[in-house]
């Protein structure tokens, strides 16, 4: 067999099944989060998010879907976070290379507490 018909028969092979791929995930909530900064940002949109007082007084218009926009759309800097705590570990977030805003939060077991919010 020619090589151009074992490529035509790979390549059609592959788009049937990437076909049938889209057909079953079609309307399924899967998501493949293999990086470490999404796996992060996964982990942290899942929990109930608790402010401090002081941090409310600062920022009065801060809310709980502003917070988990920032977390969506930012990325986790790994080499200011400090990921080696037991209980609680720190993340810092920032958007856009801190141009725009960045967060530092404590991932708990079941909470996200928000630590400080500098927005420019």
């Excluded at 490529?7 to 309307?27: E, T």
């Excluded at 899967?30 to 996964?42: G, I, L, W």
């Excluded at 920022?59 to 990921?83: A, W």
């Excluded at 967060?103 to 996200?112: G, I, R, S």
């Amino acid at each position: 067999m020619k090589i151009l018909y074992r490529l035509g028969f790979y390549l059609g092979g592959v788009s049937i099944g990437l076909i049938f791929l889209a057909f079953i995930f079609d309307g399924k909530k899967t998501s493949f989060d293999y990086s470490p900064s999404a796996r992060v940002k996964k982990n942290l949109l899942q929990k109930i998010i608790l402010i401090s007082d002081n941090t409310k007084k600062e920022n009065p218009q801060l809310t709980d879907s502003l917070i988990r926009f920032y977390i969506s759309k930012g990325n986790v800097n790994f080499s200011k976070s400090e990921t080696k705590r037991d209980s609680c570990r720190l993340y810092h977030i920032e958007l856009e290379n801190k141009t725009i805003a960045y967060l530092e939060v404590v991932n708990c077991k079941n909470t996200l507490r928000l630590i400080k919010i500098k927005t420019l």
